[in-house]
T-cell receptor, first 116, second 117 residues
């Protein structure tokens, strides 16, 4: 089973709202990722968590706040977003083969966010 | 820094025809390479991957890709296109880190495949 689940599927929020995106995997993977994808573009990496610790932050604005409560869950807290933040937000997870550095990222279905 | 180039943002084929989607990478050390497919309003699904084993890699849905170090290429092919193959395809590269580092995937710009009846 290589399933990553994301909720909600769609989200509409105003610029003053606070909302959260959720991601879950039960594959025992120890790395989890957030990506942002604009229409007709490839995914752009936002954050990487490795063993529940933030290991990569791609200079993402502070209005995006990631959280990894445990090894199966990843949240993305949203506050005071701008209309240009409207996009598909993808979660992924991976587990390297120990000692080889080989790892494959498996993606969830995404949350389509619209900021009004 | 490594990069990946997908030649052709749009490819159109007839149903039953050969599908060829091109991907070239730039890296001093052969990296790990991946092809993902994205159907409209969905996430990315892994088609196949190259991780330093066999150079000809078979994936799901009848797709395969061949790693050619001399050409720094990892082109995706399918002998006979089906209407259900219409989607966007992304080639991605990850460094051959040689350790348990959770590094970055670098994606190509994507190729939209259209299949005509």
């Amino acid at each position: 089973d290589t399933e990553v689940t994301q909720t909600p599927k769609h989200l509409v929020m105003g610029m003053t709202n606070k909302k959260s995106l959720k991601c879950e995997q039960h594959m025992g993977h120890r790395a989890m990722y957030w990506y942002k994808q604009k229409a007709k573009k490839p995914p752009e990496l936002m954050f990487v968590y490795s063993y529940e610790k933030l290991s990569i932050n791609e200079s993402v604005p502070s209005r995006f706040s990631p959280e990894c409560p445990n090894s199966s869950l990843l949240n993305l807290h949203l506050h005071a977003l701008q209309p240009e933040d409207s996009a598909l937000y993808l979660c992924a997870s991976s587990q390297a083969t120990p000692g080889t550095g080989k790892e494959t990222q498996y993606f969830g279905p995404g949350t389509r966010l619209l900021v009004l | 820094a490594q990069s990946v180039t997908q030649l052709g943002s749009h490819v159109s084929v007839s149903e039953g025809a050969l599908v060829l989607l091109r991907c070239n990478y730039s890296s001093s050390v052969p990296p790990y390479l991946f092809w993902y497919v994205q159907y409209p309003n969905q996430g990315l699904q892994l088609l196949l991957k190259y991780t330093s084993a066999a150079t000809l890699v078979k994936g799901i849905n009848g797709f395969e890709a061949e790693f050619k170090k001399s050409e720094t290429s990892f082109h995706l092919t399918k002998p006979s296109a089906h209407m259900s193959d219409a989607a966007e395809y992304f080639c991605a590269v990850r460094p051959n880190a040689g350790g348990t580092s959770y590094g970055k995937l670098t994606f190509g710009q994507g190729t939209i495949l259209t299949v005509h009846p």
